[in-house]
C-alpha cells in the first residue's frame, strides 16, 4: 500500500517575507489560483488518499478553522492544534502528536504550508515503505543550492549528511535540497523533544542521522516552488492558473485567466499569463494585466498595466498607473499616472496621490 492516511500540516508562520499580504492573513490563507493556498494543498493530500490532517497553527491561528470546518467539505477531516508560543517545525510537529491516530510502525505525512510542489506523494510513501525507513524526505534538485540546506545521498537513496546553507564551492557537494515534505515513522515522532522549540532541519534530522536512523531521500524534480517572497506567491498562482503547477483545487478550468464570478472585467481588458481576477473586482476599460493576482474586492482602473504584481483586498489602482512586480496591500489606494516597480511594497491602507511616483519622465 502506498498511502499514508495521516498528515501534519505545518502553518503557523508568521510569513513575515510575505508583508503586507499577511498583515491580515496568515501566508496559508492569502489566496493563490482563487482559493487560499493551503486548500491546493488539502486537496492533493486528498487525491493522494489521506483522510486524517493535524494542521499545526500558531499565527492568525483563528481564521482556518471557520474557513474550513472539519473538512468535510474536501472529503477530509481536519483537526486543528494551536502553538501559544512558536515551537519550530520539529516541536510543532511533536505537539500535534497526541491527535495522530497511526499505529508506531505507520506512515505519517509532513508537509510545510509555503511549498507549491506536484511531488508524487504516493511514491515517497512508497518509498517510505520499501526502504524500511525511519524518515523519508522530499528531495529536489536547484540550480543555485546555496539558498538552501543541502541533502546528499548514496546510490540507493539513502541520506548521508545534512549540510546548511553552503557558503564556499568546496561545500556545494550536491543539489540536492530538502523540499520540505516527509513521512515520518509515527514512532520517531514521538522521540522529538516536547514543549520546547526543535528544528526537525537543524536538530531532529541530523540527531536521527548520528544516533543510525534509517533517512530515505526520494529525488522528485516536478514543479516545485517555496512561497516565501511575494513574487514567488504571484508566480505560484499563476503557475496553477496556467497548469503548470497541479492542483485539482483550481476552481475553474486551467488557462490564461481565472475571473471568479462576480467579478467585473471590461470587454476591452486584456488578461494573461494566469491572471486571477477575484470575486467583486473590477478591472476597467483599456487595461492590461498579466501574470498578476487581484483580491477580492480590487478595483484597476482604466488603461492601468499590472505586470508579475498582487493588488490586495478592496485595494485600488488609479487610471493608467503602472504596476510592474509590485504589492499592493489591502484597501490602499494608488492614485492616477503613478509608476511602481522593482519589488515595490505598499501597505495596507495607504494611500499614494495621483502621479506621486514615478521611474521614467511623466512626458
Known amino acids: 500500500m502506498t498511502q499514508a492516511q495521516e498528515a501534519i500540516l505545518l502553518v503557523g508562520g508568521k510569513g513575515t517575507r510575505l508583508r503586507p499580504l499577511t498583515v491580515n492573513t496568515p501566508k496559508p490563507m492569502v489566496p493563490a489560483a482563487g482559493v487560499p493556498f493551503l486548500t491546493h494543498q488539502l486537496a492533493r493530500a486528498r487525491a493522494a488518499g489521506v483522510e486524517h490532517v493535524v494542521l499545526a497553527t500558531s499565527y492568525l491561528a483563528e481564521v482556518f478553522e471557520p474557513y474550513f470546518g472539519d473538512g468535510s467539505s474536501l472529503g477530509l477531516h481536519l ?48 518509498t517510505h515503505r520499501s526502504s524500511g525507513a525511519d524518515v523519508s524526505l522530499h528531495l529536489t534538485r536547484v540550480e543555485d543550492p546555496r539558498a538552501f540546506g543541502l541533502v546528499p545521498t548514496d546510490a540507493t537513496g539513502r541520506v548521508t549528511a545534512f549540510l546548511e546553507k553552503p557558503q564556499t564551492p568546496e561545500e556545494i557537494v550536491t543539489d540536492q535540497i530538502n523540499a520540505g515534505a516527509y513521512v515520518f515513522r ?11 522549540p526543535v528544528s526537525v532541519e537543524r536538530e531532529t534530522f541530523p540527531e536521527l542521522l548520528s544516533s543510525g536512523a534509517h533517512l530515505q531521500g526520494m529525488v522528485d524534480s516536478t514543479y516545485w516552488l517555496d512561497l516565501g517572497t511575494p513574487q514567488a506567491f504571484v508566480r505560484g498562482s499563476a503557475d496553477l492558473v496556467l497548469g503548470r503547477a497541479p492542483s485539482p483545487a483550481v476552481p475553474g478550468r486551467c488557462g490564461d485567466r481565472l475571473v471568479l464570478p462576480t467579478a467585473t472585467v471590461a470587454a476591452d481588458a ?8 477575484g470575486e467583486g473586482a473590477v478591472v476597467g476599460e483599456g487595461a492590461r494585466i498579466s501574470g498578476s493576482t487581484l483580491l477580492d474586492g480590487a478595483v484597476v482602473e482604466a488603461g492601468a498595466v499590472v505586470t508579475d504584481s498582487l493588488v490586495g483586498a478592496g485595494a485600488r489602482v488609479g487610471a493608467r498607473t503602472v504596476l510592474t512586480d509590485a504589492v499592493v496591500g489591502d484597501g490602499a489606494v494608488i492614485g492616477a499616472d503613478n509608476e511602481l516597480r522593482d519589488g515595490v511594497r505598499v501597505w495596507c491602507d495607504a494611500t499614494l496621490p495621483a502621479g506621486a511616483i514615478r521611474f521614467s519622465s511623466d512626458q
Open 79 to 126: 483537526e486543528y492544534v494551536t502553538e501559544v508560543e512558536p515551537l519550530g517545525t520539529g516541536g510543532a510537529i511533536r505537539n500535534v502528536a497526541s491527535r495522530l491516530r497511526s499505529g508506531p510502525d505507520d506512515p505519517v505525512l509532513i508537509f510545510n504550508g509555503d511549498i507549491l510542489t506536484g511531488l508524487d506523494i504516493p511514491a515517497l510513501v512508497g
Open 186 to 196: 509515527r514512532s520517531v515522532i514521538d522521540r522529538i523533544p516536547a514543549g520546547r
Open 270 to 277: 486584456k488578461l494573461t499569463g494566469g491572471t486571477v481576477v
